[in-house]
């Protein structure tokens, strides 16, 4: 069918009303032809075309080009390249959400069906302009995500998690469990990472935060980053972790691959999950117990959720100092909390009293993240985890933010205050032969 008569039919229905004109596309049958024809010529399989092959994308492009040529007609120049770059993004990229990949101002994508995608930008929710053409489209753009690391999404297995080539994380879930149509929620990470130089500059932390937190992990404290969802954990581990010298091990162990190491000597670990007969399932605590055999001088985890938690305290209460590791919860105490019910997740009958033993032994240091309400990112609490004082577990902060309302334009007012009581750690940056200078704290 020519395009003429297609945009002819499109006339007459738009006087018979006979759909919603947001949701005509009046070249999608010259979209389609084209697409497959540059699938004839080349032979490829959508989900192998990655975008960083500039060469592959230059050839596609000429294709595109001389069949748009072929096929338009009477276009004008800004239709012609209108369909040129939805083209590419649908072969090379992930269809309507490309060009917000590629927006490093976004952070956030959010696709709740074909209908309502929306971003997440300076910490608050937008709703954009992409669709889907239906729920097909989705789910064609989520199996291009999911097949290139091996996962796999249908009826029998509706949810998955995955990661980009530049190491976004990506959640999808489709129906019967998503009811209105297939859901993915993408969580963008910088693909060149954030130094904490940029933290600072954020408003993230203090100068003199980062300079304790740089000597804690010189030290080999063990350290958790907790705080709620999208508060900025994943993205302060990788800071922290770049403060490991560069003549250590590191065995890193995630759900999804996420952190960006610059150290040379780095292992990643992912977990696997189960294939189509329920078996061949890896997990964290599986990865975490084989990492002991691996000779690390750190072990990374991406995030603890469950059993896995009580491998990783012993693993730092025997010899594996140095551990850093995320975890949700909304206080230093709550991160405790939680990590009671995670060991207990193990299926070891073990007494309250005996986990606190453990934990207090194990860890030094909570570093508590929030977002606030103008969609800011903060380190709100550095606590130490002091011992322990019958059977509580003794925390003291050493630095905290102290909100003061907010501002004329809605944005969070405040300062990072040093609490005057120095830390006992200290005792094990002299073991180091570390000397801390003393204008951190004043």
């Known amino acids: 069918m020519s395009l003429i008569k297609r945009l002819e039919e499109i006339n007459v229905d738009k006087k018979c009303n006979k759909f919603d004109e947001k949701e005509v596309d009046p070249y999608s049958e010259l979209k389609t032809k084209i697409q497959n024809r540059v699938i004839e010529e080349l032979d490829i399989d959508f989900n192998d075309i990655s975008d960083q092959n500039q060469e592959l994308r230059e050839e596609i492009n000429f294709i595109v080009m001389k069949h748009i040529e072929q096929e338009s007609l009477n276009m004008t120049t800004n239709q012609k390249k209108k369909i040129k770059e939805e083209l590419l993004d649908e072969i090379i990229g992930f269809g309507p959400i490309t060009a917000l990949l590629a927006d490093r101002s976004v952070t956030e994508i959010m696709v709740n069906g ?74 963008k990470f910088a693909e060149d990472p954030f130094k904490v130089e940029d933290l600072i500059n954020f408003g993230t932390l203090s100068s003199k935060m980062a300079e304790l937190l740089k000597y804690c992990v010189e030290a080999r404290l063990n350290i958790v980053v907790s705080g709620g969802t999208g508060s900025g954990k994943t993205t302060t581990l990788n800071v922290l972790s770049s403060f490991i010298p ?113 934990t207090a032994s194990a860890i030094d240091l909570i570093i508590q993240q929030s977002r606030l309400i103008d969609g800011s990112r903060r380190i709100t609490h550095i606590t130490e985890v002091q011992g322990m004082e019958g059977d509580v577990i003794t925390l003291q902060d050493i630095f905290k933010f102290e909100q003061k309302g907010l501002d004329n334009k809605g944005k969070v007012k405040g300062e990072y205050v040093f609490t005057g009581v120095m830390p006992k750690f200290l005792e094990k940056f002299k073991e180091r032969g570390i000397n801390i200078p003393g204008g951190i704290f004043y």
């Open 114 to 187: 074909p209908n309502h995608v929306y971003i997440e930008r300076d910490g608050k929710l937008v709703l954009t302009d992409a669709k889907f053409k239906n729920d097909n489209h989705v789910m064609h753009v989520i199996k291009k995500i999911v097949a290139p690391i091996g996962r796999r999404i249908d009826e029998s297995s509706p949810m998955v998690d995955a990661r980009l080539p530049n190491g976004s994380r990506v959640n999808a879930i489709i129906p019967p469990l998503a009811i209105d149509g297939p859901s993915i929620t993408i969580r």
């Open 246 to 358: 560069e003549s250590e091990r590191i065995v890193t162990i995630e759900d999804a691959a996420e952190l960006q190491l610059s150290q040379i000597h780095v292992v990643r670990l992912e977990t696997r999950p189960s294939n189509i007969e329920g078996k061949g399932e890896v997990s964290i605590r599986d990865l975490v117990k084989n990492s002991l055999r691996m000779r690390p001088d750190r072990i990374i985890i991406g995030e603890v959720r469950s059993g896995e938690t009580l491998d990783m305290l012993q693993a730092m209460n025997t010899g594996h100092d140095g551990s850093l590791t995320t975890g949700h919860a909304n206080s230093p105490r709550d991160m405790l909390s939680r990590l009671e019910t995670m060991v207990l997740m193990s299926g070891m009958n073990l007494p309250i009293k005996a986990i606190r033993d453990q």
